[in-house]
């Protein structure tokens, strides 16, 4: 499939209910070259109607911790397991990710990243492991293949808890450093 084929076929999904609700499918933005791919849980308010992903407060707040460990958001690419907005942002259904997955694991073969970092527990069990703990496991490194995966607190967890922020520090710090030590 080519990116304009996988674009397509996602803005037109109506693989689950959440097609009825949604104004925007959040497809994901970025550099579709890129060595690091971020993947969120599910577009929020502000990504449902912008149709991208992570411009609300807690997109805002990831933006600083790239910021901080000097990565340029435009040279990540930035995608969510789920394309549509669940109502009330409640945590997705095993059936809504099983109906959107496919999308993402297409997105994953045209990028080919050396990275993948889940922003939270929700991607986190998606992709890695289903009884990943994320106070436990945040930032560990997990081999798969081709790249390698790691996962960080999601960034809306440290606007209800900021106690986490020196640790989401740590880990975003050790992500540039692999990041950079895979480009050599
Ligand atoms: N939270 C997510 O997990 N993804 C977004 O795109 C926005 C908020």
Same mark, same amino acid.
Not at 82 to 87: A, G, H, I, S, T
Not at 89 to 93: I, M
Not at 134 to 143: D, P, Q, V, Y
């Given at each position: 499939?080519t990116?304009?084929?996988l674009y !397509? *076929?996602?803005s037109?999904?109506?693989g689950?209910?959440l097609?009825?609700?949604r104004?925007?499918c959040?497809?994901g933005?970025g550099? @579709?070259?890129a060595? +690091?791919l971020f993947v969120?849980?599910?577009?929020?308010?502000q990504e449902?109607?912008?149709?991208t992903?992570f411009?609300? &407060? *807690?997109?805002?707040?990831?933006?600083?911790?790239?910021y901080?460990?000097?990565i340029?958001r435009?040279?990540v690419?930035i995608a969510?397991i789920?394309?549509? &907005?669940?109502?009330k942002?409640?945590?997705?259904?095993p059936?809504e990710e099983d *109906?959107c997955i496919?999308y993402?694991r297409?997105q994953?073969?045209?990028i080919?990243?050396k990275i993948?970092?889940?922003?939270? &527990?929700?991607?986190?069990?998606?992709? +890695?492991?289903?009884d990943?703990k +994320? !106070?436990?496991?945040?930032?560990?490194?997990?081999?798969?293949? !081709?790249y390698v995966?790691?996962a960080v607190?999601?960034?809306?967890?440290l606007l @209800?808890?900021?106690r986490?922020k020196e640790?989401?520090? *740590?880990?975003?710090q050790? +992500?540039?450093?692999?990041?950079?030590?895979?480009k050599?």
């Open positions: 499939m990116w304009d084929e !397509s *076929a996602c037109s999904c109506q689950c209910e097609a009825k609700t104004t925007n959040v497809f933005t550099n @579709r070259n060595d +690091i969120g849980e599910a577009p929020g308010e449902d109607l912008s149709g992903p411009v609300g &407060r *807690a997109g805002q707040l990831l933006d600083k911790y790239l901080a460990v000097d340029n435009e040279d690419y969510n789920l394309k549509c &907005r669940p109502p942002n409640r945590d997705p259904l059936a *109906a496919d993402l297409e994953v073969r045209l080919k990243p993948i970092v889940c922003l939270g &527990r929700i991607a986190a069990m998606r992709l +890695i492991k289903p990943f +994320i !106070s436990k496991e945040h930032g560990t490194w997990f081999e798969k293949g !081709s995966m790691t607190y999601h960034p809306a967890a @209800r808890d900021p986490r640790e989401m520090l *740590a880990d975003m050790q +992500i540039k450093s692999k990041l950079d030590s895979l050599d």
